[in-house]
């Protein structure tokens, strides 16, 4: 299976920063097929950006994803409030599904 | 309101069983993937299950195989989950989550999440 390495594990940022999140594929992901996810304690996630850079209905464009391959990034260009949370990738272009272990971005 | 909502968990002695739940509304149940994904306590997310929209086909991960059973009743818009020979390891909040139409088999993000409920396999 292929194993997805998030980093950091924890990103300490103020409100109005830029966050850059990293994702890792043990090896290429087929069609750059990898979608990203917030979740806030207790919640469900939600989708943020599919395919790589596409970003799910509803979701401000301040968040953007980008990358190929092996290396992903997620990107918050300027950090509000509600954008504390974890986040985590998932690959959906090679059986079985598998999910980064995640990046909680904290308030410093 | 397009929403799923999850039920039946609770605390299970090892090697017992339970039945999860998942309530749909909202979307043409039929038209999607529908999966179940887990949550271990503290730790991130891993697929478990996966059935399609007619119920015809479905997928399981290798840690579940052969012990759960995913199943969907399409006339109650409801997801089931037999979960059998429990063990330790299968402790989570068990969220069911749906994939946007027309994917293709095994290649599934999720565009809509339920809230999630706790299976404690403990003695």
């Known amino acids: 299976e292929i194993v997805l390495t998030q980093s950091p594990g924890t990103l300490s940022l103020s409100p109005g920063e830029r966050a850059t999140l990293s994702c890792r594929a043990s090896?290429?992901?087929?069609?750059?097929?990898l979608a990203w996810y917030q979740q806030k304690l207790g919640q469900a996630p939600r989708l943020l950006i599919y395919g790589t850079s596409t970003r799910a209905t509803g979701i401000p464009d301040r968040f953007s994803g980008s990358g190929s391959g092996t290396d992903f990034t997620l990107t918050i260009s300027r950090l509000e409030p509600e954008d504390f949370a974890v986040y985590y990738c998932q690959q959906y272009g090679t059986s079985p599904l598998t999910f980064g272990g995640g990046t909680k971005v904290e308030i410093k | 309101e397009v929403q799923l909502l999850e039920s039946g968990g609770g605390l299970v002695q090892p090697g017992g069983s339970l039945r999860l739940s998942c309530a749909a509304s909202g979307f043409t149940f039929t038209s999607s993937f529908i999966s179940w994904v887990r949550q271990a306590p503290g730790k991130g997310l891993e697929w478990v299950s996966t059935i399609s929209g007619s119920g015809g086909s479905t997928y399981y991960a290798d840690s579940v195989k052969g012990r759960f059973t995913i199943s969907k009743d399409n006339s109650k818009n409801t997801l089931y989950l037999q979960m059998n020979s429990l063990r330790a390891e299968d402790t989570a909040v068990y969220f069911c989550?749906?994939?946007?139409?027309?994917?293709?088999?095994?290649?599934?993000?999720?565009?809509?999440w339920g809230r999630g409920t706790l299976v404690t396999v403990s003695s």
């Open positions: 989550a749906k994939a946007p139409p027309g994917l293709r088999p095994g290649h599934w993000y999720f565009d809509l």
């Open positions: 090896r290429s992901v087929s069609n750059n097929y």
